[in-house]
């Protein structure tokens, strides 16, 4: 099946920060979908972005299908903002979404 | 608010128990999903309903059984558990793309503890 690989496994910002998180993955896509999980457990979908950019305040996410990654930026980063981000990935031929090991963030007042 | 809701949030039950996990959507999703995630981990697909009938099913132990009542409804039947299964259960539906892909949306999990 196909192959999910986040970076950094973790992160430690300063309030206001700007960061990357990268997502790489082993196949052709058709779903590719970006996920902030609070404290608390809640899974948010914050793009679905199989190819392209999108922007949602201060979160964009661009996707470079031919090159197999998926880039997530954080501006002005807030203790808010703080969780686990995982990339999940589903393959052109497969019928299921794989997630990655996912970027642990932390931002610091 | 989630547009997927799970009852109960939190659930602790002995090895020799019988309880049940309940997730509700009603956004005409058709698939609908179970998820396990352990600390530290990413989630875990368990089970996968399409149309009300089961469609994938991951080499889960029959000490988990998924029913799924109609569209907007399924439930995850627990029995005779180990403390291994301690986790979060997460239920998830999805909406087609226009490619056909499954857009999943999360509920806020139920957090599972086995004595």
């Known amino acids: 099946g196909i192959q999910v690989e986040q970076s950094p496994p973790d992160l430690i910002l300063q309030e206001g920060a700007n960061s990357t998180l990268r997502c790489n993955f082993s196949d052709s896509v058709n779903n590719l979908q970006w996920f902030h999980q609070n404290p608390w457990g809640q899974l948010i979908n914050l793009f679905y972005?199989?190819?392209g950019t999108k922007q949602n305040g201060r979160l964009s996410a661009t996707t470079v299908a031919t090159e197999r990654y998926s880039l997530l930026y954080i501006s002005s980063s807030q203790t808010t903002d703080s969780g686990v981000y995982f990339c999940a990935a589903e393959a052109n031929a497969g019928n299921m979404l794989t997630f990655g090991g996912g970027t642990r963030l932390m931002v610091k007042p | 608010d989630t547009e997927v809701t799970q009852t109960p949030k939190h659930l602790v039950m002995g090895m020799t128990n019988k309880k049940s996990l309940k997730c509700e959507q009603h956004m005409g999703h058709r698939a609908m999903y179970w998820y396990k995630q352990k600390a530290k981990k990413p989630p875990e697909l368990m089970f996968v309903y399409s149309y009300e009938k089961l469609s994938i099913n991951e080499s889960v132990p029959s000490r988990f059984s998924p029913e799924c009542p109609n569209s907007s409804l399924l439930n995850l039947h627990l029995h005779a558990l180990q403390p291994e299964d301690s986790a979060l259960y997460l239920c998830?539906?999805?909406?087609?793309?226009?490619?056909?892909?499954?857009?999943?949306?999360f509920g806020a999990g139920s957090r599972l503890t086995v004595l």
């Open positions: 998830a539906s999805s909406r087609p793309s226009r490619t056909g892909a499954n857009v999943l949306t």
């Open positions: 972005i199989p190819s």
